[in-house]
C-alpha cells in the first residue's frame, strides 16, 4: 500500500509561482509512474502533469505546458510540480497519484493510489 500526502497549496495572486510536493511511503517508488491531477469545482478531475518511473519522459496538459514543470527525486521518494505564471483558472485541489505502469500515464484509471489533495487557490 503507497501512502501519498501533497502539500504546497496556498493563495497565490495571478502571475504568482507556488511549488507542490507529494511525499510517499509505502512501496518502490521508482517502481510508479506519477501523476498530478486537479479538480476544480464543479468539474471533473484532470490530469495536469506526468512523469515516467525515472524521470526520462514527462507529460503535460496543455493547458500548463511552458508554465508547470513535473519533477521527481527518486532517492527522496517525493515528486514534485512547480505552477509559475498561475492563472484563476488553475484554481484547483490538486492531487498528486500513482501508477504502477510504465511510460507516463494519463488517464485517471491509470492511477493505483491517490492522495488527499492540496488546495491551490490564485486570485486575479
Known amino acids: 500500500q503507497v501512502q501519498l500526502v501533497e502539500s504546497g497549496g496556498g493563495l497565490v495572486q495571478a502571475g504568482g509561482s507556488l511549488r507542490l510536493s507529494c511525499a510517499t511511503s509505502?512501496?518502490?517508488?521508482?517502481?510508479?509512474?506519477m501523476g498530478w491531477f486537479r479538480q476544480a469545482p464543479g468539474k471533473e478531475r484532470e490530469v495536469v502533469a506526468a512523469i515516467s518511473r525515472i524521470g526520462g519522459n514527462t507529460y503535460y496538459a496543455d493547458s500548463v505546458k511552458g508554465r508547470f514543470t513535473i519533477s521527481r527525486d527518486n532517492a527522496k521518494n517525493t515528486v514534485y510540480l512547480q505552477m509559475d505564471s498561475l492563472q484563476p483558472a488553475d484554481t484547483a485541489v490538486y492531487y498528486c497519484?500513482?501508477?504502477?505502469?510504465?511510460?507516463?500515464?494519463?488517464?485517471?484509471?491509470?492511477?493505483?493510489?491517490w492522495g488527499r489533495g492540496t488546495q491551490v487557490t490564485v486570485s486575479s
Open positions: 497519484a500513482a501508477a504502477y505502469l510504465g511510460g507516463i500515464p494519463r488517464r485517471r484509471d491509470d492511477y493505483n493510489y
Open positions: 509505502g512501496g518502490t517508488f521508482s517502481r510508479y509512474a
